[in-house]
């Protein structure tokens, strides 16, 4: 129990609880909440936003922030638009993530531009990439895309494989690799971590290429399950991760945060993104419910000073 509520991860038993709440709460409230087709709607839609919150959480535990997840999902669903094969498809995915990822990177830790304008501009420009490939959404995709949203695996929903493989992932990198233990460092002090012989610069890197691996891979899921590509596919998946890590207890300040924390953010957002929709609350409200939310989840957070 002390390790899970260790400080560096955030994790507390209010944000564990928080979920379970919601949860509860809408078995209640929302028609239909447990019906089987709703309970595999809801998996298919969390996973999305749990694979950008986990990206969200490296760049965030070195102190950065990435706004450009939610256009380069939209990229992503308009380049695959273009391919004929997954063979081709997926590489190409890879390497824009690379590309971006990279750029997102250097600009912040070597040229020193603030993480909101880096990654705000790089977010205005994939969109604009995005509308010049494909102005209008389209169902031309690569034969084979929906096999990889829409299967089961053992009579369960492969969404479900692919929120294990990315939680997995994730938790390897920072809990199991070397450059976990130097993502977390940095965030705390990148000056300590610098003087403490550090690289920052090209963690910082790889942070950032991790976060726009996993916005590729939440691009290739979306499109798969809707069969479709769309220039605005990934609009809101920037604000909707920067809040699902925040209600997590992850600190946009750098440092201190954790896996858990931020499947807990996801499943609650998602929780309550699903049940405004049972009980049909119109969206926009969902959308500032959602701003205010991250309003809140920032304000009570507390900054704790963890060093190396």
Known sequence: MGRLFNPRFGTSPISLGIPIVVFIFLVFAAPHFTSGENLSNLISQIVVLLIGSLGQLVVALVG????????????????????????TAIPLCIGLAILVGTANGVGT???????????????????????????????AIPA????????????APIAIVWCVAAVGTTYVLLRRSQLGLHIYAIGASAANAHLNGLRVVPSTIAAYVFCSLSAVCAGLFLSARVAS?????????????ITAIALGNVQLTGGIG???GAVTGALTLGLLANGMNLMGISPFVRSAFTGVLLLVAISLQKRKVIGL
């Open 64 to 87: 950065g922030i990435d706004l450009s997840i939610g256009s380069l999902v939209s990229l992503t669903s308009c380049v695959i638009s273009t391919q004929q094969s997954l063979a």
């Open 109 to 139: 830790a070597v040229f020193g531009v603030h993480p909101l304008i880096m990654t705000f501009s790089m977010a205005t420009f994939l969109q604009g990439v995005a509308y010049f490939i494909l102005p209008a959404p389209s169902n």
């Open 229 to 241: 590509a769309d220039p605005t596919m990934g609009g809101s998946l920037a604000l909707d991760s």
């Open 144 to 155: 084979g895309l929906q096999s990889l949203a829409n299967i089961t695996v053992g009579g």
């Open 258 to 260: 954790g896996v858990l």
